[in-house]
């Protein structure tokens, strides 16, 4: 994931002021807080992804940018392809049971 500044900040103040008494959130927030990384572009508007963050998504040469309102994500272009920009009849069969979603149609 990649996030404009503004709603990386909103982001870590959510995770912070979350109590890490809980083994999970301090897993979370270890994990969400402990990787995360300043992007800077060059001249051209690229970004370096670390070699670490492109390991661990399975990154390689072709890259699929999607954006999502407040975010980016980066694929891998085959993985984005195969599953990432599928969804099945039966995947909107369970959008109703997603909670905020009931009234959402297509």
Same mark, same amino acid.
């Given at each position: ?7 990386? +900040? ?12 809980? +083994? ?44 999502? +309102? ?37």
């Amino acid at each position: 994931m990649l996030y404009p500044l503004n709603q990386w +900040v909103i982001k870590e103040e959510t995770l912070n002021n979350v109590k890490s008494l809980d +083994v999970r959130t301090a897993k979370l927030q270890r994990f969400f807080l402990g990787n995360a990384t300043d992007c800077e572009m060059d001249g051209q508007g690229r970004i370096l992804i670390p070699e670490s963050h492109r390991n661990y998504a399975g990154l390689t040469k072709n890259l699929s940018l999607v954006g999502l +309102v407040n975010r980016f994500e980066i694929w891998d272009r085959e993985q984005w392809d195969t599953e990432g920009g599928v969804l099945n009849e039966g995947d909107i069969d369970n959008l109703a049971d997603i909670p905020g979603l009931e009234e959402f149609t297509f």
